[in-house]
């Protein structure tokens, strides 16, 4: 009887830990679960890129609805969604401000000059504690955050042009009332 128990045991933990890796599968890197939806953005106070002798706060932006882009001159993820950036900037619609995360100042200005700087406002989290406060899993990520400070959509990864007109556009506009 054990000898059969034993081989029932084993194709029984198989399966269950394909079945595991087959739903794994299905889901969308994109989709991360983030504990900070719909709560009060951390608080911070980090130095500005441009100008390191002056900060930047979310308490600063009180009022408004915006987007932080965390971004880094040695991802290159962040070169993809750069041009949908500086498009935006452009149009003025929709105020950008950066978290530049992990990164040197001195390559995340050289890379602005570059490519040009779609942020209002870029902060220099150079140790990545304000990202870790986040949740950051990597670069880039765009948080939206609401009048009263609070996160309400998180977007891992590069924002294409769908993921900017289809999801985080309509809910700026949403916000913005």
């Not at 081989?7 to 599968?25: E, H, M, N, Q, T």
């Not at 619609?93 to 390559?107: H, R, W």
């Not at 609070?150 to 590069?158: A, D, L, M, S």
Request: hydrophobic share 40%; aromatic share 10%; net charge positive.
């Amino acid at each position: 009887m054990s000898r059969r128990i034993l081989p029932i045991s084993v194709i029984i933990v198989v399966v269950v830990v394909l079945a595991f890796f087959y739903k794994g599968l299905q889901l969308d890197p994109k989709k991360l679960p983030s504990a900070l939806i719909d709560k009060p953005a951390p608080s911070f106070s980090l130095p500005q890129l441009h100008n390191m002798s002056l900060t930047f706060s979310p308490a600063d932006m009180k009022g408004k609805v915006w987007l932080l882009n965390v971004w880094a001159s040695w991802c290159a993820a962040c070169r993809s969604e750069h041009p949908l950036f500086m498009q935006l900037a452009r149009n003025g619609d929709f105020p950008i401000y950066g978290l530049n995360y992990k990164d040197k100042p001195e390559d995340a200005k050289q890379w602005l000059r570059e490519l040009g700087d779609p942020y209002k406002v870029s902060s220099s989290d150079m140790a990545g504690d304000v990202g870790i406060d986040f949740g950051v899993y990597g670069v880039p990520e765009t948080f939206l955050i609401d009048k009263q400070g609070i996160i309400r959509y998180k977007h891992v990864g590069p924002v294409s042009r769908k993921d900017w007109r289809e999801t985080i556009m309509p809910k700026m506009k949403e916000l913005q009332g």
